[in-house]
């Protein structure tokens, strides 16, 4: 064999094998996806209803709760729903609550009227404390899911691409591969692989947008924090007064869709147990201020939370760390959708 045909043959090896191992999904294209069935409910307007179910969507001035055969059904709020805990115990009673305590993968219990929209207007609200521990644990505000699941399926869509072309090219080969056959059974070896890869991260972006459905799109527009003397849930007067500064860029602005989230901590002086319920009491201090003087809706408040000792933002050896640390950080949020539209 002259060393052009030897080249000839070493090209032509290459190619195919750059091609085949292109080809993701050639022994499985057409792949089942299974999705959960979801019924939505219309109430109609003035029936007593009573359900029990999952929190699935949170929105400022409603919600939404799927029961356990998957019907959902819109819950909207006023301010003449009553909210309590339900408290295990003998001598433990129901505590009230606010609807700032309804948030996603709560379990709750809802008694109201249909309303025109098919909408049932929650009058009463209960919920279990161990349930709400629950979905404390649950909620988190981490870097956003989203955009993993969307990388996730950016590559998945390149994937699907890549293997289409591959698809075409393979087909327009077919007739130039025999004396390669021994070749592509190999490269169908490393295909297996690379298809086990793919199915992986289908997985992965199907789960990924499991968990986004339940995930409000919110914008944090502005961001405060405000801090405590050392044991003391008391806003001291230069908090009220950052307090009011923020208010004031706000005052004007349109309040429809937004939603303020307060979450107190502490440093690291006493028991973790202390310091939770320190935290938890600053956090409230700062709704009753903003409540009590611009009169905002509890529906507009994400549900207090306090973190303790547990997320410091400066080291606690030092007197200055430990001041940063007894703080409440109140985040405004937009929903995307709603300013979006209000934009356009």
Partial sequence: MNISKLRFWLSAISFVLFMVSGTFAQDNPTRQRSINSVNARSVPAGQKLKITGIVSKRNADSF??????????????????????????????????????????????????????????????????????????????????????????ELAEANQKRLDDAERNAEKLAGQIDELSALAAASREATKVAQASADQAEQDAKLANQR????????????????????????????????????????????????????????SQGTSARNRSLSERRAQAVINYLVTKYSLPMRRMVQPFGYGDSRPVATNETREGRSLNRRVEINILVNKSIAAAAGS
């Fill in 64 to 153: 939404t709760l799927r029961e356990p055969d998957g019907t959902e059904t819109v819950v909207a709020l006023n301010d003449a729903t009553k909210v309590k805990a339900d408290q295990k115990g003998l001598f433990r009673g129901d505590k009230a609550a606010g609807v700032s305590y309804i948030l996603r993968g709560l379990r709750l219990k809802v008694e109201g009227r249909g309303d025109v929209n098919g909408q049932l207007v929650a009058a009463k609200i209960s919920f279990t404390e161990e349930d709400l521990l629950t979905a404390q644990a649950l909620e988190s505000r981490v870097d956003p899911v989203e955009t993993m699941a969307t990388d996730t399926k």
């Fill in 212 to 267: 986004i459905n339940g995930l409000d799109d919110y914008d944090v527009v502005q961001s405060l924090s405000v801090h405590f003397r050392s044991g003391s849930a008391e806003l001291t007067d230069l908090a009220k007064e950052e307090i009011d500064d923020a208010a004031a860029k706000l005052r004007n602005e349109n309040m429809k869709g937004w939603l303020i989230e307060v979450i107190g901590y502490a440093d």
